[in-house]
């Protein structure tokens, strides 16, 4: 799909699949893109990944209540957008988190969550676990998020090596997840990113990132239409075990009228708030 939105214009691909070992899909991704002008120039668009977790379609019923109710309270929140995001992941928690407690079979369920608000030329990130966000810019492939994870904290402390995290038995476990706890902690950028004609977004879920190479996934996000990048990752993963599900959207950023949204000087140095 092709969305328009004041000077940019965005470019979209969502696909989530429950992959080659999976029952269920406890994954959800969703792109919206409001219909009405109102909404469209206070929040702009929404891109959105989640990894459900907890048991017999417990998961997925996590995943699809975080995008339901992040979607329904960003939209319908007065702040600005970065304030309007991290409320809506505050209001999912609690959401998920009463809702297994209350209904056999989904205590402790629980999702990450990965989010990214476009309004106008600015880029809005909250999120939860370690679903991620990558920036495809000027032929490098930056991640835009911290994994909340007992491998990644490691590798902060500097007791591993990245190298040695990637290949760790447990690279997948999360420190981090909406629904879990009574209360989680957002984290969000503290400065929007500038969008720039040209930028690639690549949101997804560890059933992606897990299995495929950073540099073969940006070849085939760069290069690629939106819809052939993403049915291509979605094969190779599939073709590499596919032991998990998998969920990806591909957004590509187009100027309406030709020209260059102005530099983005943050690229290297967004901070990402714990």
């Known amino acids: 799909m092709s969305e328009s939105h004041d000077m940019l214009s965005i470019d979209a691909r969502v696909i989530t699949d429950r992959g080659c070992q999976r029952e269920h899909n406890e994954d959800s991704a969703v792109f919206v893109q409001p219909g009405d002008a109102n909404s469209l120039a206070t929040k702009g668009m929404l891109a959105l990944v989640a990894d459900g977790m907890g048991g017999h379609k417990a998961g997925e019923v996590a995943s ?3 995008a339901n109710v992040i979607r329904r309270r960003y939209y319908r929140s007065r702040a600005a957008p970065a304030a309007a995001l991290v409320e809506a992941f505050e209001e999912a928690n609690k959401a998920i988190f009463e809702h297994g407690n209350t209904h056999d079979g989904l205590r402790g369920m629980g999702t990450t969550c990965t989010a990214f608000a476009m309004r106008r030329n600015l880029g809005y990130l909250a999120h939860v676990g370690d679903s991620r966000l990558y920036l495809l810019r000027d032929g490098e492939m930056h ?16 007791a591993l090596t990245q190298s040695q995290a990637d290949g760790h038995v447990d690279k997948n476990v999360i420190t981090r997840a909406l629904g879990t706890q ?4 957002v984290a969000s950028w503290p400065h929007p990113l500038t969008l720039r004609t040209g930028d690639r977004y690549l949101l997804s879920t560890d059933g ?3 299995l495929l190479e950073r540099s073969r996934m940006q070849d085939l996000a760069t290069t690629l ?29 187009r100027g309406a009228d030709g020209e260059t949204a102005r530099p983005a000087a943050e690229t290297r140095k967004v901070k990402v708030k714990r």
């Open 143 to 158: 991640q835009m998020t911290e994994d909340h994870s007992l491998v990644a904290e490691l590798v902060r402390q500097g």
């Open 182 to 185: 009574s209360e989680v902690t």
């Open 225 to 253: 239409d939106v819809y052939t990048a993403c049915e291509t990752l979605l094969t190779e993963a599939k073709q590499q075990g596919g032991y998990d599900n998998i969920s990806m959207i591909l957004l590509v950023v």
């Open 208 to 210: 992606l990132h897990d």
């Open 64 to 66: 699809v209540l975080a």
